[in-house]
């Protein structure tokens, strides 16, 4: 009896609190006043809604460590508060006699093409307010159609290794998506297009399997085959992390004559997907330590990230990670000069 009682008092208690939540914003959108933000945090995304007058104009502008939101028409006392270390680490009003500026602070840097989704709702049955719906991620990515133009051609006798980690009983990292699966499509993306551009390609699978069911051996295996006439090796992974926050691509080496080639690598991936760069490392796997040529392993994306896996379920996106691997392979050779048609001399 007690217990019912005392759900009863909660049930009433959240009632009352959700109703005079209402009123107070209404009362404050009614005099002009912009309410604090409210946020959530929700799962590979934190929400931010800002609750507005009708008809309030707004102008988004990026900066290197967030956005900004200029607001015309409505006041604010200078407030500011924090959100989380994820996707949202602050947010801050400024006021001045035209409006409110405001900014939101966040751990990666946000675009037009990644970082954030910008809803804007207008007054409903639900709500009388105008709000602006804002989803912050690191793995937050616009994905445009792509037409990869064709590389130069490679020089003579230019060979490549191209190494899909893991395959057969190894599924590597397990989440939104397989492991084993995205890092083979990935690889005979770049396979075919460094093939079309005339360079000698070899992959250490083409399909569902491994080298060898000891994984020890396997990994040695797949690192014999990068030694000469190969002269490059790439090793292509998706990330995965516990807690599910990591997002964005990263690229690893580990002899000093590969960090040039993993630092193209990363650079062009990132030029290509827009995607977070979460930068260049140097770490002794087995697949980049026991190579005899300029080796990298490529982190593609997290398969443990709600949303870093949905962006690796795409086929545009691989593509254009794929287009990056091959446009930093063929940066590593030099041009091959054009012969010039010359004018065929009259018959004497």
């Not at 793995?139 to 060979?159: K, Y």
């Amino acid at each position: 009896m007690l217990l019912r009682y005392y759900g009863k008092v909660q049930h009433l208690r959240r009632f009352f609190t959700v109703l005079l939540s209402s009123l107070v914003l209404s009362s404050a959108l009614a005099q002009g006043v912009l309410p604090v933000p409210r946020f959530a945090k929700r799962e590979g995304f934190t929400r931010v809604v800002l609750d507005l007058p009708p008809n309030t104009p707004y102008l988004v502008s990026y900066l290197p460590d967030g956005i900004q939101i200029r607001l015309t028409g409505v006041q604010a006392e200078a407030l500011s508060g924090t959100i989380n270390p994820q996707d949202v680490q602050s947010w801050s009003y400024l006021a001045d006699p035209e409006g409110v500026t405001v900014r939101f602070k966040t751990p990666f840097q946000v675009t037009e093409q990644k970082g954030l989704k910008l809803l804007p709702l207008p007054p409903s049955e639900e709500s009388a307010s105008f709000r602006l719906v804002l989803d912050f991620s690191a793995a937050m990515l616009r994905i445009d159609p792509f037409l990869p133009p064709p590389l130069a051609f490679f020089p003579t006798n230019s060979q490549i290794v191209l190494d899909p980690g893991h395959g057969g009983s190894d599924p590597g990292a397990v989440g939104g998506v397989i492991e084993k699966e995205v890092t083979l499509k990935i690889a005979l993306l770049v396979r075919d297009y460094l093939s079309q551009a005339g360079a000698l390609v070899t992959l250490t699978r083409d399909r569902d399997v491994d080298l060898s069911p000891i994984k020890d051996r396997d990994l040695r295996a797949r690192a014999a085959m990068g030694r000469p006439p190969q002269q490059y090796f790439v090793s292509i992974h998706v990330n995965s992390d516990s807690g599910g926050n990591g997002a964005g691509i990263e690229t690893w080496y580990y002899t000093p004559q590969s960090q040039t080639f993993a630092q193209a690598l990363q650079n062009r991936m990132i030029e290509m997907t827009g995607h977070t760069s979460r930068g260049v490392k140097r770490a002794p796997f087995v697949v980049i330590k026991e190579t005899f040529v300029p080796s990298a392993l490529v982190e593609v994306g997290f398969a443990s990230h709600l949303l870093d896996s949905e962006n690796l379920r795409n086929d545009v996106h691989l593509q254009r990670i794929a287009y990056g691997i091959a446009q930093a392979i063929r940066d590593q050779y030099p041009a091959v000069p054009i012969n010039p048609i010359l004018p065929v001399p009259p018959i004497p």
